[in-house]
């Protein structure tokens, strides 16, 4: 059979499934952007002040340790509903004394968790321990 008796036997088909063809490829095409538009979505961003500092230790004589400044301030992001209701105290701010390398006292980094969201920022980023003897 010829190229050209190709072509033209059962043209309407031919043409029906090149039409139904480019349909589904601007259907994908476009959901792909709405995905993409929906990922990109933007985040509420809220700052929770006056969050109590915890003492993550063994909690061997951890009582006697004194934390300057007792309180941060934690900076989290995600979803608008979910940010907007956090509180306080949904929020845990700690210091790591457990580590291996943590000296008797001195300088520590803040860790931060809350449900749901993404701690963003710590202010003070640390947080000044002294044990008391």
């Given amino acids: 059979m010829a190229w ?3 072509l033209i036997q059962n043209r309407a088909q031919k ?3 090149l ?3 480019a349909l589904i490829w601007l259907t994908v095409r476009s959901n792909l952007g709405l995905d993409r538009l929906v990922t990109n979505e ?3 961003v809220r700052v929770l002040e006056n969050i109590p500092v915890g003492v993550l230790a063994t909690g061997q ?3 006697q340790v004194q934390i300057h400044p007792s309180v941060v301030h934690v900076e989290v992001e995600g979803d608008p509903d979910v940010v907007q209701r956090l509180t306080p105290s949904d929020i845990q701010a700690y210091v790591n004394l457990l580590s291996p390398e943590a000296p008797r006292q001195g300088m520590f980094r803040v860790n ?3 449900p749901g969201v993404r701690v963003a920022a710590v202010l003070p980023e ?6 008391s003897r």
């Fill in 42 to 44: 933007v985040f509420r």
């Fill in 15 to 17: 043409l029906g499934s």
């Fill in 19 to 21: 039409a139904l063809a």
């Fill in 126 to 131: 640390s947080v000044r321990i002294e044990r």
């Fill in 61 to 63: 004589g951890e009582s």
């Fill in 112 to 114: 931060a968790r809350a």
């Fill in 4 to 6: 050209r008796d190709l």
